[in-house]
């Protein structure tokens, strides 16, 4: 990779980093040569010119010059995502108009307004990171309101992400988590779904690398480890493959290629296996040259050599070329078992699909042009708008909302007269019905599935056939909510349940109208206002709304005081406090913990209940209201969400040895069973290294057994001795830790 590089250019004089500067704009030059038209070159020219003196006094936080960043940005436009001329000026100019003197009439005199409009786009979503949740929310809407006006806007945004993230070493601590969560959260599911595959893998791993050095690590070394081995496997199940496809007359290409660390690491944590029992660390891919009126057959027919080598398992089969995914994937995936009993999927795919595969939406674009097919973006695109008007604009949801319904794999259903409709991957019934009519979404009271009565909350899969049942006495509740996960949905849901808030805060507010008549004061908005202020509303419709739903007591309004035609309020009710976290953990001793940043007093904080730290995890403190700081582990399942939605919040922290304070954490046995193994368990622990057990189960069952231990320990070391020390008694499969309370 690029890094080895990078710490070189440190040392460099201005002269040398001038012909480097010189040598990289070179090199994009080069890539652009086939996509140049007359009078381009010399706009690139003018690009890079402009860009070059707007940054030449900044540095980059690694020390070198500003104007590598645009550069390598451009780069990665052309070379990986397959932009062009347009976008590569875009690229060079994408950071003067928000940090330079250069403004956008500067662009649009010198370049016109096609590309001052892609560079406001992009000035507008570049402070993505330090806002807070409401201009978050604000800010991914923005970066979406762009996507749909031009697409580009969001690619050159995605490429200036994967570059900011290959760069990241160079950044804080607190930044690189801030940054590596916000790009798993959004960038690269928003790369996936734009098709980017291989940027979508990369930000992935690199965040990874970020979040969960160790994980990371180990995988990395073992993968390196296993790689001479795997290599012969791999040769030994293409041999007779490749020498059939020789006989078949095809043009083609056949490799082995690993997965992405993070693809593994999220199969160990699903499947609760380890590295060793991953099964596909890699995939075969096989990419044919076949004419555009061949690709279907010939797929099919490379499928049917396969098996008649190998046997398939039925159900892994995975036919995208009838049906290709939203984000224009198409292939032919299997799953077939090789030599020694392993299973390895087997990827087939024409040249044109591989593009599609590796370059997404600008390869979709070129390929579609004739081809008859009606854009799947521009479908998705129309979806997205749609979204996007419906939205309540304070909504804090909205990130969430958004990435289920449009940025999760989708699945095909069909209305019952065979029409295809898709949906996200975990849509229900209820979706379905909302997405056919609003009107038939709120009433529907169930549905049949393939001929079959379901409820409504019925998770629908891929080739359903839906038919929805409806009732006009039928009306949205608020559990609703949960029920559904298309934004169509929820949006509906929601406007139907405040339509019917306000039809019973009108009681409400009639009673409280005649209460203040009985005890002789004005209905207006100075009383209202008291009201409001007294029990903490947020508006008069919610005072009226819990008056008439009685969780507020008209009675209670004795206690007020009456002046003239006023009320004036007891004192302050006590409310209970309202809290963020769940704080269960047993310990809230504040001493083993240093807070860096401004000051290093200790703090009071509590131990996220979620992933119970223990001190030596990679942490960060999470500032939570009225409660200090909530301390959780970077690779707890909340933390990225935590970290993308409320990166202001987060406070870096580091632990301290402190041998006196022990925490309770957990480990997961596995083994065969045999007599004595509990007692040899428990001798280890509380006998040999006198650490306090808290519970323990264990059960056996055909002659493996399964234990859960709750335990007190001081740090992460004496958790991984102990680990370590277990691993090695007579007879254990495997010892892992475990984090949630009911784990
Ligand atoms: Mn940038």
Redesign the pocket.
């Known amino acids: 990779m690029a890094e080895p590089v990078e710490i070189a250019k440190y040392n460099l004089t201005e002269d040398q980093e001038k012909k480097e500067i010189l040598r990289q704009y070179r090199s994009l030059l080069r890539a652009l040569k086939p996509k140049l038209k007359p009078g381009d070159k010399e706009l690139v020219r003018t690009a890079f010119e402009i860009a070059a003196d707007a940054h030449k006094t900044m540095r980059r936080k690694s020390g070198e010059p500003y104007i590598t ?2 550069l390598a ?1 451009a780069m990665i436009c052309v070379e990986e995502i397959g932009l062009g001329v347009r976008s590569s000026i875009c690229a060079l100019l ?2 003067t108009v928000e940090d330079t003197d250069v403004t956008l009439e500067d662009v649009e005199r010198e370049f016109g307004s096609e590309i001052a409009r892609i560079i406001d786009g992009l000035t507008k979503i ?1 402070n993505v990171v330090d806002a807070n949740t409401t201009q978050q929310a604000e800010n991914f809407k923005k970066i979406l309101l762009t996507l749909t006006d031009d697409p580009r806007v969001i690619l050159i945004k995605l490429a ?1 992400r994967l ?2 993230m290959r760069t990241l070493d160079s950044m804080k601590t607190e930044k690189q988590l801030k940054i590596s969560s916000e790009t798993v959260y959004v960038y690269a599911p928003l790369a996936h779904r734009m098709g980017l595959y291989n940027i979508k893998t990369e930000m992935e791993d690199l965040a990874m690398k970020y979040l969960e050095p160790e994980a990371y690590r180990e995988i990395a070394q073992k993968l390196a480890e296993t790689k001479r081995e795997r290599t012969r496997f791999i040769n030994e199940f293409i041999r007779p493959i490749k020498d059939k496809l020789e006989q078949g007359n095809f043009n083609f290409e056949i490799y082995g290629r690993p997965k992405s660390i993070h693809s593994i690491w999220n199969k160990m944590k699903k499947k609760g296996v380890s590295f060793e029992e991953v099964y596909d660390l890699f995939a075969i891919r096989i990419i044919l040259d076949s004419p555009p009126e061949k690709e279907k057959e010939d797929c099919w027919k490379v499928y049917s050599m396969i098996t008649d080598e190998y046997n398939p398992s039925p159900e892994r089969l995975r036919d995208w070329l009838s049906n290709p995914k939203a984000n224009g994937y198409e292939a032919l995936h299997t799953t077939v078992m090789g030599p020694q009993g392993k299973w390895v999927e087997v990827q087939i795919r024409t040249k044109r699909m591989n593009e599609i595969a590796e370059k997404g939406l600008a390869a979709h674009w070129k390929y579609k042009e004739g081809s008859g097919e009606e854009g799947r973006f521009e479908q998705w695109f129309q979806q997205i708008r749609e979204a996007l008007n419906n939205q309540d604009s304070n909504s804090l949801d909205f990130l969430q909302d958004f990435k289920t319904s449009f940025l999760t794999e989708e699945i095909y259903v069909y209305t019952p007269r065979g029409d295809v409709k898709m949906l996200p991957t975990g849509a229900t019934a209820l979706d379905f019905a909302f997405s056919v009519h609003s009107m038939v979404g709120s009433k529907c009271i169930g549905a049949k599935v393939n001929h079959k009565l379901v409820p409504i909350g019925h998770k629908l899969r891929s080739g359903d056939q839906i038919e929805i049942i409806t009732s006009a006495k039928q009306k949205p509740t608020e559990d609703w909510l949960n029920l559904v996960v298309t934004a169509k949905a929820k949006t509906k849901i929601k406007d139907a349940l405040k339509e019917e808030k306000r039809k019973i805060a009108d009681e409400g507010k009639y009673l409280l109208q005649r209460k203040l008549e009985q005890m002789g004061v004005a209905f207006n908005q100075h009383n209202i206002d008291e009201l409001v202020t007294h029990y903490k509303l947020p508006s008069p419709l919610e005072l009226y709304y819990k008056i008439a739903i009685k969780t507020i007591d008209l009675k209670d309004l004795k206690d007020f005081q009456v002046m003239g035609d006023r009320i004036v309020p007891p004192k302050p009710v006590k409310l209970e406090p309202k809290e963020e976290e769940t704080l269960k953990s047993g310990n809230k001793k504040d001493a083993e913990l240093i807070i860096f940043g401004e000051s290093s007093d200790r703090i009071v904080y509590n131990l996220a209940a979620c992933c119970k730290p223990i001190p030596g995890d990679d942490v960060f403190g999470f500032v939570t209201t009225g409660k200090g700081l909530t301390i959780h582990r970077t690779n707890c399942p909340n933390a990225a969400k935590l970290l993308a939605n409320y990166g202001h919040r987060v406070v870096k922290t580091k632990w301290v040895k402190n041998k006196e304070i022990s925490f309770l954490t957990g480990i997961k046995i596995k083994g065969l069973d045999d007599v004595g193994v509990v007692s040899k368990i428990t001798n280890l622990i509380s006998g040999e290294l006198r650490i306090n057990i808290s519970a323990l189960t264990i059960e056996a069952k055909e002659g493996v057994f399964e234990g859960n231990i709750k335990l007190f320990v001081h740090d992460k070391d004496e958790l991984e001795n102990l680990v370590t020390r277990i691993k090695n008694l007579p007879g254990i499969e495997s010892v892992d830790r475990y984090d949630t309370e009911n784990g």
């Open positions: 960043h645009p940005v994408h950071d570049s200036d570059h900011n």
